[in-house]
């Protein structure tokens, strides 16, 4: 199964959520951290990395020789990431997704593609569970390509436990993407209950299985707790407000092993995501097609 | 024309309470929320909206169903896994293209054997001008899963430059996005000061050195304040002295204080709700003013 800890809000508690959960959980247990722009899972974890790669994105070169000048590759171009001059194109790199275009038009076949280098991503192991983890480099702007290469090391057994980048947009979709099942983590605040329902509109046009764990409760404000009934959302876990949670945190430990508690805390959400997860699944691609093929 | 942006690489540190509170401490700003995914600075603000633009960028490739002789022709070239197969009697008989996953990148389109793929103009979301007690303001709204987030972050920029001239307002005061990458790249851009908000944890401190490494990199003057300081002071002190040894200043901290979330509850400023946070904040806006004082404004450069 593949568990996505997604959203809206930044800060609400996605990497308490997954790297807690990741202890709790029994082996075998994968821990991808596709927050590739500010990964922190490694923080509560401490794992062993045992392999670093680097990952790079194709980008045009063109040969200079062969050449004619004819503009093809610029016209095809949607990211002005190569610009036909008279002579040689000019290519901006850091503009590039990489969809070879370029490449394909060129009548010369004067264009071959070199690599550039994003991010790394590194993977290793922590007591029992094996961790995956996606960093950009600093400066670089296009992270969904880095992340769904993290997303190649999914466990295919067991449970896979995705750490999401907050929002809504194309990192977040990235993602979540091919997740069974997707936790979204609120607080209980005005911020977290606006940023929660366009997370909840994007599980919904994703067509995602979804719950919501609320983050921080207190006796102020309900109207997260509420907004979930009233749209009967399941709400799979009320972490109260903790000064002794948040100091635990910010030195780095795990919740679970630091305040006592949290561990029946946890227990009782992951055997909820099993519960909620069996219950009205929704029909995936392939048994889409099944369908169709039976139709 | 001062154009000061808040940011902070880990979400959730305070970005757009302190945001709302310096905007009625100044008093004559434009106010500009890029935070294009979830955009909170409006609950503060109350904004009443004056002109809304809906932001086009980019296509999007849709398959004419009618047209479509089922090759796969599109589904070879795509890079995005965006082409999905639908199978009768074993054999492909229809394709689509998932809006979500597609980049816009056109190829499919371009090699299309039976020129059966459309490839319209995408509206990727909207931009609003607004009125609000403390000056105008512009934010937006960007489309679920839409891509060129940083695009959008640009246009609203360069919207709340013109008016700022146009009003003659001397500052600009922007609630950024979390995290690195595209639309904080589009946030920072062109600022004359970076504040970074920093929480006194692990996480905290390894998010602000790779902001700190981003602002560097695009060479524009930062600050930092340490918020929730209390949480945990050593951490905080040791914020206090990275942020001085990386070349940054240092604009104070703020307390553990439950009257930020009582202010945002009721919708206002933590300034205008008081307690102890909104003394620490008002102490770091001063610190920001002298500081802005010392930079040399360049002339404001395009996006």
């Not at chain 2, 880990?10 to 305070?14: D, E, L, P, V, Y």
């Not at chain 2, 935070?35 to 600075?41: E, M, N």
């Given at each position: 199964m593949i568990l996505a800890i997604a959203s809206g809000k930044g800060g609400t508690g996605k990497t308490t959520v997954a790297a807690n959960l990741a202890v709790c959980l029994p082996e075998p247990v994968h821990l991808l951290d596709c927050d590739v722009e500010e990964p922190n899972c490694h923080i509560f974890l401490n794992p062993e990395i045992k392999s670093t790669e680097r990952f790079t994105l194709p980008f045009p070169t063109v040969d200079e020789n062969r050449c004619n000048g004819c503009g093809e590759c610029s016209n095809i171009?949607?990211?002005?990431a190569i610009v036909s001059l008279k002579s040689k194109p000019l290519v901006f790199p850091e503009l590039c997704h990489g969809c070879g275009g370029c490449s394909e038009v060129c009548p010369e076949e004067a264009i071959t593609e070199a690599k550039r280098e994003i991010g790394t991503i590194s993977s290793g192991t922590w007591r029992h569970i094996t961790f995956v983890q996606g960093l950009l480099d600093v400066g670089q702007s296009l992270s969904p390509p880095l992340i769904r290469a993290v997303k190649q090391h999914c466990g295919t057994n067991g449970i896979t436990i995705i750490d999401c980048p907050p929002g809504t947009s194309c990192p977040v979709i990235a993602a979540v993407t091919k997740s069974d099942y997707v936790v979204l983590v609120s607080e209980s605040s005005p911020f977290g209950l606006h940023d929660l329902d366009l997370a909840v509109d994007t599980m919904r046009k994703l067509d995602l299985n979804f719950g919501v764990v609320i983050n921080r409760v207190s006796s102020l404000d309900h109207r997260v707790a509420d907004y979930c009934r009233n749209a009967q959302i399941p709400i799979l876990l009320e972490i109260p407000d903790d000064r002794k949670a948040a100091e635990a945190y910010s030195q780095g430990l795990l919740l679970v092993e630091s305040v006592p508690g949290f561990r029946e805390l946890f227990e009782r959400l992951y055997n909820r995501i099993l519960s909620e997860s069996s219950q009205n699944r929704k029909p995936t691609p392939e048994n889409k097609r099944d369908f169709e093929d039976i139709a | 024309m001062k154009e000061m942006v808040v940011i902070s690489g880990?979400?959730?540190?305070?970005k757009t309470s302190l945001t709302a509170s310096f905007a009625s401490l100044n008093g004559k700003s434009v106010i500009v929320d890029c935070?294009?995914?979830?955009?909170?600075?409006p609950l503060v603000l109350s904004p009443v909206t004056e002109r809304m633009e809906y932001f086009k960028s980019g296509h999007e490739a849709v398959i004419r169903k009618d047209d479509c002789v089922a090759c796969g022709t599109c589904m070879d070239k795509c890079r995005f896994d965006a082409v999905h197969e639908a199978r009768r009697y074993g054999r492909p008989s229809q394709f689509t293209i998932d809006p979500l996953s597609c980049e816009g990148c056109g190829v499919c389109v371009h090699f299309c054997p039976s020129g059966a793929i459309d490839f319209p103009e995408q509206v990727c979301g909207q931009w609003m001008v607004s009125e609000t007690r403390y000056g105008p303001m512009v934010h937006a709204r960007l489309a679920i899963g839409a891509e060129n987030s940083g695009k959008l972050v640009s246009t609203v920029k360069t919207e709340a430059r013109q008016i700022a001239e146009e009003r003659k307002l001397p500052w600009i005061i922007v609630d950024g996005p979390p995290g690195i990458a595209c639309p904080v790249i589009a946030s920072i851009t062109g600022a004359s000061m970076a504040l970074v908000v920093v929480e006194p944890t692990l996480s905290g401190v390894h998010d602000m050195e790779r902001v700190f490494a981003l602002t560097k990199h695009f060479n524009i003057p930062t600050l930092v304040c340490v918020n929730?300081?209390?949480?945990?002071p050593r951490i905080a002190g040791e914020i206090e002295r990275g942020a001085l040894s990386a070349g940054a200043s240092f604009a104070g901290k703020i307390g553990y204080d439950s009257s930020v979330t009582a202010a945002q509850i009721k919708g206002i400023p933590v300034v205008e709700y008081g307690g102890p946070a909104a003394q620490d904040i008002r102490r770091i806006w001063q610190n920001i003013e002298k500081r802005m004082e010392s930079i040399e404004i360049p002339t404001v450069m395009e996006v």
């Open positions: 171009c949607q990211y002005n | 880990k979400g959730g540190t305070g935070d294009v995914d979830a955009s909170d600075l929730k300081w209390e949480l945990n």
